[in-house]
């Protein structure tokens, strides 16, 4: 099945700074990557997602590469906010299931 | 988009005993899922929740600790049988509308702990 490994696990950075948070999956068969945003005690929120035939989005502050060759995606937010604080999940599927990461804590501190 | 509700949004509970917990949505959708999230860990899929049909549970999970039931496009339960401190999780639904592919939404969650 399918195995998805995410780095890092903790990433904390000055207000205005960028974070990269980096996925990579084994299935070559996977082909949808969306990412998840949680706050505490929230449920998690879809925030990006990118299909297989693309290989950059971009929505406001936050964006998302992707290189099949290499099964690696990547979530990038640029002038982070305190509010950016949360736990991040990345996730690849095949066809309707879901594999997930295992999360990375950002820390946006003012 | 589509509301999402579950019920209960927490509960404590004797270990032994048994949880149903239910996923309603205000729309018809097309999948629905049941994860379990255990304190500070990701999310683990447990089931595909089929409607009019038996679940589809991942490796880990069979149907005689988690008996899920879908009987119609807006509406699904999940039980958590014969209890133990072990099952101590959030426990989400999720379902991807109708019109999408891939793409999955989250219920509130249901805080569950087991004494």
């Known amino acids: 099945g399918e195995n998805v490994e995410q780095h890092p696990s903790t990433l904390s950075v000055q207000e205005g700074d960028s974070a990269v948070i980096k996925c990579t999956y084994s299935?070559?068969?996977?082909?949808?990557f969306p990412w998840y945003k949680q706050e505490l005690g929230k449920r998690p929120q879809l925030i990006i997602d990118?299909?297989?035939?693309?290989g950059e989005k971009k929505d406001q502050r936050i964006a998302v590469t992707l290189n099949k060759t290499a099964k690696h995606f990547s979530l990038h937010i640029t002038e982070t906010q305190p509010e950016d604080s949360a736990v991040y999940f990345c996730?690849?599927?095949?066809?309707?299931?879901?594999?997930f990461g295992k999360g990375t804590m950002l820390l946006v501190s003012p | 988009s589509a509301v999402i509700s579950q019920k209960p949004s927490r509960d404590i509970c004797q270990r032994g005993t048994s949880l149903t917990i239910q996923c309603q949505v205000d729309?018809?959708?097309?999948?629905m899922f049941w994860y379990r999230q255990q304190p500070g860990q990701s999310l683990t899929l447990i089931a595909t929740?089929?409607?009019?049909?038996?679940?589809?549970?991942e490796s880990g999970f069979v149907i005689d600790k988690f008996p899920i039931s879908r009987p119609n496009l807006t509406f699904s339960t999940l039980t958590v049988s014969n209890m133990s401190p072990e099952d101590s999780s959030i426990y989400l639904c999720?379902?991807?509308?109708?019109?999408?592919?891939?793409?999955?939404?989250f219920g509130p969650g249901t805080r569950l702990t087991v004494l």
């Open positions: 996730a690849a599927s095949g066809y309707s299931t879901l594999t």
């Open positions: 299935d070559s068969a996977s082909n949808y």
């Open positions: 990118i299909r297989s035939n693309v």
């Open positions: 729309s018809q959708v097309t999948m």
């Open positions: 929740a089929n409607q009019g049909s038996e679940a589809t549970y």
């Open positions: 999720s379902l991807t509308p109708g019109l999408s592919y891939n793409e999955q939404f």
